[in-house]
């Protein structure tokens, strides 16, 4: 095979644009690229807040709302194939008993997330419902205990209502990856809705649950976030307990959430969020109330982010980014600027070094992580006459392309001869990349960028190419590189499907600055005129 990181030059050959003096931006005139279309204005209500305000004043019951969401999902799932696994009798019985408590202990007797339907990725563990990675080789895979985050989830309340879809184990971009089915996009059902996160980020567009966890390794939140016109958010690393998250590259992966408004975005992570014992890597840092500073729209002054300084990272605009992404960004951030912040361009030459070296050290990391996979310890096992012949027609039967594809380069990068040239050279860029990133931020508030180069791709369209794949990767992967939180906003449309395609922004912060990110998102959103991200299989509703 060709050396890794020969390969994954090529990435970026055409992506690299002329080095430019940081300027101050420029403003644009329009805020969507997108034809003409019917939206209805108006900041988007949180459906978390709803469904409590509903429940706790006797409107509605838990039983009714849950009936609403399990007929939705019933009615769309045929054509999007979010969910792997639905636990709609589970969750009909939690909202039974939900209302029960409410007629016996009234307000005191619910939690935060109370008749909330959340979706979980299936990378994640729980106990009540198969947890397959998305993988064959765990078909049928039932966990003893529930990951972290989902156990928070159910403690404040919230109903699991299934295990959503992924590429397999995290590895891919548009769900094509999974062993079991290929999600659509519910903007366009013959595009993709991105990943690895894909059928979470579907769930909560075609509101088939209110909201969902996801995973983020490389973009896995934000890329699908940013497909489907959804808000997902990539916390800090070690600010979401890892623990029950089946790893791809544990230096890397991160737990985070998808909802249809900031404001359920923020409070799901104020859910997640703090230290756990079970996991060394989580932080114990201070957990604030993240939805604290989220102003209503009514309560905003006029210019509500005066004295935020805002970077557009000029690397994310340049060549191989889709002219109807550039204008959206452009047009976002001249909205930025009219509700009082201060938006330049700033250059980070180190920016396009950290496709490459993320490739080399999420296969590296992804080779011994999925050793576990061998039949025995984990997995469906395949009989043979001895244990290495065992292993290998276990894993050849049990895993997908992809996945033996990354591990046999994390392997080979790690092998005896190549560790210094590769996987040591690798971690050399990411300290580059961390290092400007801190620079970038010692100047300003937040960094924005594209959440991906192009809106969602038609089906198919990249499957035989994956370095073309591996590129829709680079506006979030240093990101994870440098351990730092994000938070995608849909900002507006480019052309294609029936009704536009959604184009996500990213706001990228400094480390433990969600509540930050939050707050801007939310402003951002609430004063965003004239766009409504609700896709057109729910006009009916």
Known sequence: MPPPLQAHRM???HRRASPIPRRRFTAVSSLSSAPAKTLAPGPPASSILSIRESLLSGERTAADITSEYLSRLRRTEPSLRSFIHVAAAAAEREAEELDRRIASGGRDAVGPLAGVLVGVKDN????????????????????AYDATAVRRLREA?????GKTNLDEFGMGSTTEGSGFQVTTNPWDDSRVPGG???GSASAVSARQCVVSLGSDTGGSVRQPASFCGVVGLKPTYG?????????YASSLDVVGCFGSSVFDTATILSVIAGHDKMDSTSSSHDVPDYRSDLASLSLLESKPLNNVRIGIIQETLGEGVDAGVISSIRSAASHLEQLGSVVEEVSMPSFSLGLPAYYILASSEASSNLSRYDGIRYGQQVSADDLNEMYGDSRANGLGHEVKMRILMGTYALSAGYYDAYYKRAQQVRTLVKKSFEEALGKYDILISPAAPSAAYKIGEKTNDPLAMYAGDIMTVNVNMAGLPALVVPCGFVE?????????????GSPFSEGKLLRVGHIFEQTLP????VPPLLADD
């Open 11 to 13: 990435l970026l050959s």
């Open 124 to 143: 994640l563990c729980t106990a009540s419902m198969p947890s397959t990675g998305g993988s064959r080789i765990l078909d049928g895979f039932q966990p």
């Open 157 to 161: 309340g919230a109903i699991v209502v």
């Open 196 to 198: 690895s996160s894909g």
């Open 239 to 247: 600010r979401v307990s890892r623990f029950g998250l089946m790893a």
């Open 496 to 508: 294609g499907g029936s009704a536009g395609l959604p184009v996500g922004l990213q706001m990228i």
């Open 530 to 533: 004239d766009l409504s991200f």
